[in-house]
């Protein structure tokens, strides 16, 4: 079984930037894709950055394209999303999720991101 940890979260203003990352348990060469999801109160899950863990092509949804980066350093096994410009609407439960080349899909605990006005 896959575990992924979430860490890097926390508040901060309108505006200001937080780095969040997600270690997996094992080579992430072997999950064919790994992502952010976030969940606001009230609100449905929703995908915001995937990343193919071999090629590193990446994807974003449209409202973090520009200011959100989700990156990949294969010897730490990690994966990082970098939010800049964050606004209110960030503010939300950040899901870690890896999906296995087996099909097999894991998902982190969750770590929470608020950001004030």
């Known amino acids: 079984q896959v575990q992924l940890v979430e860490s890097g979260g926390g508040s901060v203003q309108t505006g200001g930037s937080l780095r969040v990352s997600c270690a997996a348990s094992e080579n992430i060469f072997s999950l064919g894709a790994m992502g952010w999801w976030r969940q606001a109160p009230g609100k449905q899950r929703e995908l915001v950055a995937s990343i193919i863990t071999s090629s590193g092509t990446t994807n974003y949804a449209d409202s973090v394209r520009d200011r959100f980066t989700i990156s990949r350093d294969n010897a730490k096994n990690t994966v990082y999303l970098q939010m800049n410009s964050l606004k209110p609407e960030d503010t939300a439960v950040y899901y870690c999720?890896?999906?296995?080349?087996?099909?097999?899909?894991?998902w982190g605990q969750g770590i929470e991101v608020t950001v004030s006005s």
């Open positions: 999720k890896a999906v296995r080349k087996d099909g097999r899909v894991y």
